[in-house]
C-alpha cells in the first residue's frame, strides 16, 4: 500500500504515527476508530448547540421538549417520567422545567385523581418552539451527513450501534475459567 500523502493525513492519523515512533510497542488501531468518533462528535456537537441555542434553548431544555413532544398529546410527563426518557438526566430535571416554565413553553399540572403527580405539558408556544426547532435540528443533521450515501449511512448506524454493544460489553467482568 502507497504511504499516504501529507495532504491525506488527517489530525488522527498524524497522532498515531507519532506515537507509533514514540513507543512502536503499542497498539494504536483503536484510535482509528474511537479517535475520529470523538472528535466528529465534538464537531456535530458544537453544531448542535448553535442550532437550538438560535432559539434560545439549551441542548437539556431542547431534550426535555422533544421527550414532551414524542409522547403524544396531551404533550405531558411527570419530572420522572422526563427522567426515564432516555436523552434527560435526572440530575437538574427539576431547573430545566423551571427555565422552560419561566419562558412559557410549558406549564405545570397536578394529576387530577392525585394531587400528589405533578405534569410538565407543553404550551402551544412550546409545541411550535419544539416543531420548528426539531425539524431545523434534522435538516442541520442530514446536511452534515450529505458525504454519505443512504447505503453508508444504514452501514455506519448499524456499525455504531454494534460499537456501542461492543463498549458496553466492555464493562462486564471478564469470566474466570
Same mark, same amino acid.
Given at each position: 500500500?502507497?504511504?499516504?500523502?501529507?495532504?491525506?493525513?488527517?489530525?488522527?492519523?498524524?497522532?498515531?504515527?507519532?506515537?507509533?515512533?514514540?513507543?512502536?510497542?503499542?497498539?494504536?488501531?483503536?484510535?482509528?476508530?474511537?479517535?475520529?468518533?470523538?472528535?466528529?462528535?465534538?464537531?456535530?456537537?458544537?453544531?448542535?448547540?448553535?442550532?437550538?441555542?438560535?432559539?434560545?434553548?439549551?441542548?437539556?431544555?431542547?431534550?426535555?421538549?422533544?421527550?414532551?413532544?414524542?409522547?403524544?398529546?396531551?404533550?405531558?410527563?411527570?419530572?420522572?417520567?422526563?427522567?426515564?426518557?432516555?436523552?434527560?438526566?435526572?440530575?437538574?430535571?427539576?431547573?430545566?422545567? =423551571?427555565?422552560?416554565?419561566?419562558?412559557?413553553?410549558?406549564?405545570?399540572?397536578?394529576?387530577?385523581? =392525585?394531587?400528589?403527580?405533578?405534569?410538565?405539558?407543553?404550551?402551544?408556544?412550546?409545541?411550535?418552539?419544539?416543531?420548528?426547532?426539531?425539524?431545523?435540528?434534522?435538516?442541520?443533521?442530514?446536511?452534515?451527513?450529505?458525504?454519505?450515501?443512504?447505503?453508508?449511512?444504514?452501514?455506519?448506524?448499524?456499525?455504531?450501534?454494534?460499537?456501542?454493544?461492543?463498549?458496553?460489553?466492555?464493562?462486564?467482568?471478564?469470566?474466570?475459567?
Amino acid at each position: 500500500m502507497a504511504a499516504a500523502r501529507p495532504a491525506d493525513r488527517d489530525a488522527v492519523a498524524r497522532v498515531i504515527e507519532d506515537w507509533a515512533r514514540e513507543r512502536p510497542d503499542l497498539d494504536t488501531s483503536p484510535l482509528e476508530v474511537l479517535a475520529r468518533l470523538h472528535r466528529s462528535y465534538l464537531r456535530y456537537n458544537t453544531r448542535l448547540i448553535a442550532s437550538i441555542e438560535r432559539h434560545g434553548l439549551s441542548v437539556a431544555g431542547f431534550d426535555v421538549l422533544t421527550a414532551l413532544r414524542r409522547a403524544g398529546h396531551p404533550h405531558r410527563l411527570t419530572a420522572g417520567q422526563l427522567a426515564d426518557s432516555g436523552l434527560v438526566s435526572s440530575a437538574g430535571v427539576t431547573l430545566r422545567i =423551571d427555565r422552560l416554565e419561566k419562558d412559557g413553553h410549558i406549564v405545570r399540572e397536578r394529576d387530577a385523581a =392525585d394531587r400528589r403527580v405533578v405534569y410538565s405539558r407543553l404550551t402551544e408556544k412550546g409545541l411550535v418552539t419544539v416543531d420548528t426547532v426539531f425539524a431545523e435540528h434534522l435538516d442541520n443533521e442530514r446536511r452534515m451527513l450529505d458525504g454519505l450515501s443512504p447505503s453508508e449511512r444504514r452501514q455506519l448506524a448499524r456499525l455504531l450501534r454494534k460499537l456501542e454493544e461492543s463498549i458496553l460489553g466492555s464493562d462486564e467482568e471478564p469470566s474466570a475459567e
